[in-house]
């Protein structure tokens, strides 16, 4: 009997032995979760009669540690949660915390392990989500964008004389306006319908050129590609506290609107009418000075990489600098996480006792944060694995004393015998 409880020990510690081995070889495996052999007593009646195996589980709840890779397109799960990937050749729905994502050939977001990431695909133009499913990440091109709006906010100093000369429109597109004619001018560059540039030029003069200047007041003249356009616009401010009177930012949003759709274009292109707003523009003394000058609308572009944003958006980027959220990650819990089933050592699939995925886009009820460019390392300690190697060493030695001493007294009674 001892011989057949000493076997079975040293039986269950090899297996024992094969688990501390795996957990030590993937040390440095991305998102691997130390394994643990359990052991549990053979009994036969009421009698113990050895030791086996009971069952072998993973620590999927410990997270590893996190290491910084700098790479765009790399992603952590910072407390609970899984990626969620699909595997094509099967469809099967695989659950892992390996955050290494990549752009397929066919437009698609895809982990090392060549399955399409799951998530809510996102409208670029109205950022509504979809349902949950494969990424596609748009790779053409995105067509040119109309500029409409233009802000501006600066300091218009209460220090200027006015102009010596009143203004001119300039002759010819080629003729720059008279610098005697005004104070401060501004570019801003806007687009046509087909991404075409073109230059608005925003001239400030102190209102009574060519003779006493007028206080807390300033015209604006507006240039496009060299010819002047709309109305020019008095800009007044308070002569108590400076700030923006007309436009009047309570009544129209300090705004003024450009009509430029009749403007002609080089490039046959339509211009829009552009509203701009100099809300917090201000008319202290002292320099003049802009703090905002921008436009939008943009040229066409042809997509260039992808990227991840810290809330899981998943980021297109395009030759002409503009960048589209394209959709958002998704993270799945489970009431018993433990009870997933493993098939691979960083990927698991739902089984009964795990319970059903709950979906959520990452921070999300239960779910984690995400974070960017860094990746989870495994999350076996290496000290506890050595120690449990001796253990186990020591383990092996005593069961295999025992054999030995069964041995040596069976011999000495055969030999009295």
Avoid: C
């Avoid at 300039?170 to 501004?186: E, G, L, Q």
């Avoid at 759709?261 to 002292?286: D, H, M, R």
């Amino acid at each position: 009997m001892s011989f057949d409880i000493a076997l079975s020990g040293i039986q269950a510690i090899n297996d024992s032995l094969d688990t501390t081995s795996h957990n030590i070889a993937n040390a440095g495996t991305y998102g691997y979760k130390a394994s643990r052999t359990n052991f549990a007593s053979l009994v036969a009646g009421n009698q113990v009669t050895g030791v086996m195996v009971g069952s072998t589980t993973q620590n999927i709840s410990l997270q590893g540690g996190i290491l910084n890779t700098g790479r765009a397109l790399d992603a952590s799960v910072n407390g609970r949660g899984f990626f969620i990937a699909r595997n094509s050749a099967t469809n099967e729905t695989q659950y892992t915390r390996v955050g290494i994502f990549d752009a397929s050939k066919d437009g698609f977001l895809i982990d090392a392990s060549n399955r399409k990431i799951q998530g809510y695909p996102i409208d670029p133009k109205s950022g509504t989500a979809g349902a949950l499913g494969d990424l596609a990440i748009p790779t053409g091109s995105i067509p040119a964008v109309a500029s409409e709006k233009v802000s501006y906010i600066g300091n218009l100093s209460a220090d200027w004389n006015a102009p010596t000369t009143a203004w001119v429109t300039p002759p010819t597109p080629a003729d720059a306006p008279d610098t005697t004619t005004f104070n401060m001018s501004k570019a801003s560059v806007i687009y046509d319908t087909l991404g075409g540039k073109h230059t608005l030029t925003q001239y400030f003069a102190r209102t009574g050129a060519g003779g006493p200047a007028t206080a807390n007041s300033v015209d604006i003249h507006y240039v496009l590609d060299g010819v002047e356009v709309g109305t020019p616009t008095t800009m007044t401010f308070s002569p108590t506290t400076g700030q923006m009177l007309t436009p009047d930012p309570s009544a129209d949003a300090g705004s003024i609107t450009l009509d430029l759709t009749a403007v002609p274009t080089t490039n046959g292109g339509a211009l829009k009418s552009v509203v701009i707003n100099y809300t917090g523009t201000t008319g202290f003394a002292g320099e003049a000075t802009t703090s905002t000058n921008n436009a939008d609308g943009y040229s066409s572009g042809t997509f260039s990489g992808v990227a991840l944003g810290t809330d899981g958006s998943v980021i297109a980027s395009y030759t002409n600098g503009q960048k589209q959220t394209v959709g958002r990650l998704a993270l799945a819990t489970f009431p018993d996480e433990g009870a997933l089933t493993s098939v691979s050592d960083t990927s698991w699939v739902t089984s009964t006792t795990s319970g059903e995925p709950l979906v959520n886009a990452p921070g999300v009820g239960m779910g984690g944060t995400i974070n960017v460019a860094t990746l989870e390392q495994s999350n076996v300690d290496i000290t506890s694995e050595l120690v449990g190697l001796m253990t186990s060493q020591r383990n092996y030695q005593a069961n295999s004393k025992v054999i030995q001493t069964e041995s040596t007294m069976l011999q000495s009674l055969m030999q009295a015998i």
